[in-house]
């Protein structure tokens, strides 16, 4: 079972609004990412946890906010938001980052569309 | 640093055609390189991948891909494509330090009857 859950699939939000992004995998994945894509462009790494410990932020907004609650969930909290972080949101998991053992695929959800008017 | 190229935005083939999307890199370390697929409204798909040993990979959906070091490339093909092939394909590189993937642009792959 190789499957990345995601929720909401679609969500509206108002630039005041707080709403939040929800992942889920129960693949034992120690690491887990948030990726953001704009139509027609490759995803964009925004954050990597590993080991439920944030390791990379990709110089994100402070308007994004993660959150890794236990190794299998991870938020993305979403607070004054701008139209232009309209975009399709992409949760991912693998087994370890930045190991080179052999399997460390980064598997993706299905991914959030998010809509910000 | 780590870099993709995939040298083709669109290509556009027949239905039952054989078709090759192309990809180079560019490392100083060594690479692990993923194709994956986008289905319209979709996540991505993970198609095949190579971390060592024969260069020639299989994978999903009658796909497979060579590893070619001297000529730093790694292209997509299948001998017949289907409608249902028609989708947005990216090329990736893993970073060996931080296990970052780096895409490439993407190539649209569009199939017609």
């Known amino acids: 079972d190789t499957e990345v859950t995601q929720t909401p699939k679609h969500l509206v939000m108002g630039m005041t609004n707080k709403k939040s992004l929800k992942c889920e995998q129960h693949?034992?994945?120690?690491?887990m990412y948030w990726y953001k894509q704009k139509a027609k462009k490759p995803p964009e790494l925004m954050f990597v946890y590993s080991y439920e410990k944030l390791s990379i932020n990709e110089s994100v907004p402070s308007r994004f906010s993660p959150e890794c609650p236990n190794s299998s969930l991870l938020n993305l909290h979403l607070h004054a938001l701008q139209p232009e972080d309209s975009a399709l949101y992409l949760c991912a998991s693998s087994q370890d980052p930045g190991t080179e053992q052999a399997g460390n695929t980064i598997y993706f959800g299905e991914g959030s569309w998010l809509t910000v008017v | 640093a780590q870099s993709v190229t995939q040298l083709d935005s669109q290509v556009p083939v027949f239905e039952e055609a054989p078709v090759e999307l192309r990809c180079n890199y560019s490392s100083s370390v060594s690479v692990y390189l993923f194709w994956y697929v986008q289905y319209p409204n979709q996540g991505l798909q993970l198609l095949l991948k190579y971390l060592s040993g024969s260069t020639l990979v299989k994978g999903i959906n009658g796909f497979e891909a060579e590893f070619n070091k001297s000529q730093t490339s790694f292209h997509l093909r299948k001998p017949s494509v289907h409608i249902s092939d028609t989708a947005e394909y990216f090329c990736a590189v893993s970073s060996s330090n931080t296990g970052k993937l780096i895409f490439g642009q993407g190539t649209t792959l569009q199939v017609k009857p």
């Open positions: 693949m034992g994945h120690r690491a």
